[in-house]
């Protein structure tokens, strides 16, 4: 881990979350338009959604049901994480567009390494797992990765030098700090699908999952034998049978 205070971490962190990345998503759909097509922003648009809905997916599962890998500490994807590896790739690809193809590359792998130090924030500040880190990683860089695989050929109709760059540079940045109650609303909804009163919250579901199953092996330890009242009952049978008299 990196040598940075809370605070660093915590600044970090803030460029992941959803009032500064959706917002980015957007204006990205709107370059893409006057770049390509709307047949490319609506590739974008389709593959984000897909991921997002695939985070969602795994934090109401746990939320609403408990459903979650005990072994590995998974109660789902990072959203941070999955937001930054999926979108700051794609916004420095398009801010570097009218550049050459290697400085296009190189701008994607910083964006890969910004959103892995998103990531490792979400790890320093305790808000995830490494799993829940890894698998946010492995799915916004899957999308990023794809996304630029599937247009890197194809010419823009039309670019803007520095205003692109200069736009989404403002929107990273002008955004950050602002935050929006998406965890609130995730768990609104698993709440409501589920129809339970209270979240599943990590500490309680790995401090229950050992207790159930030292109370199975203590019943299997202190259950009564089943054989004991069988083998009493054959011990006394001779003294309603008493032996015949031996022979004079």
Request: aromatic share 10%; glycine share 8%.
């Amino acid at each position: 881990m990196l040598p940075l205070t809370p605070h660093d971490w915590a600044f970090l962190s803030g460029f992941g979350g959803a009032a500064v990345m959706l917002p980015i998503v957007a204006a990205i759909a709107g370059w893409l338009v006057y770049a390509y097509s709307w047949r490319v922003a609506a590739l974008w648009l389709t593959l984000i959604g897909g991921a997002c809905l695939l985070v969602a997916s795994t934090k109401v599962a746990f939320l609403g049901w408990g459903f979650g890998i005990l072994s590995i500490d998974f109660t789902g994807i990072s959203g941070h994480t999955m937001l930054s590896t999926a979108v700051i790739p794609v916004m420095l690809y398009l801010a570097l567009l009218t550049t050459r193809h290697a400085s296009r590359i190189a701008g994607v792998m910083c964006g890969l390494s910004v959103g892995f130090l998103v990531g490792l924030s979400r790890l320093a500040l305790q808000a995830h797992s490494v799993s829940e880190m890894v698998t946010g990683c492995a799915l916004g860089a899957g999308v990023s990765v794809l996304f630029i695989a599937l247009i890197h050929k194809r010419e823009p109709a039309r670019t803007a030098a520095w205003l692109t760059p200069f736009s989404l540079l403002i929107l990273a940045f002008g955004l950050h700090g602002y935050r929006v109650p998406t965890q609130h609303w995730i768990t609104e909804v698993a709440l409501t699908l589920s129809g339970h009163e209270r979240p599943f919250i990590r500490a309680r579901w790995k401090a229950n999952r050992p207790q159930k199953a030292s109370a199975r092996e203590a019943l299997r330890v202190h259950a009564p034998d089943q054989t004991a009242p069988r083998q009493l009952a054959l011990a006394t049978l001779p003294s309603y049978f008493p032996a015949p008299d031996s022979p004079a």
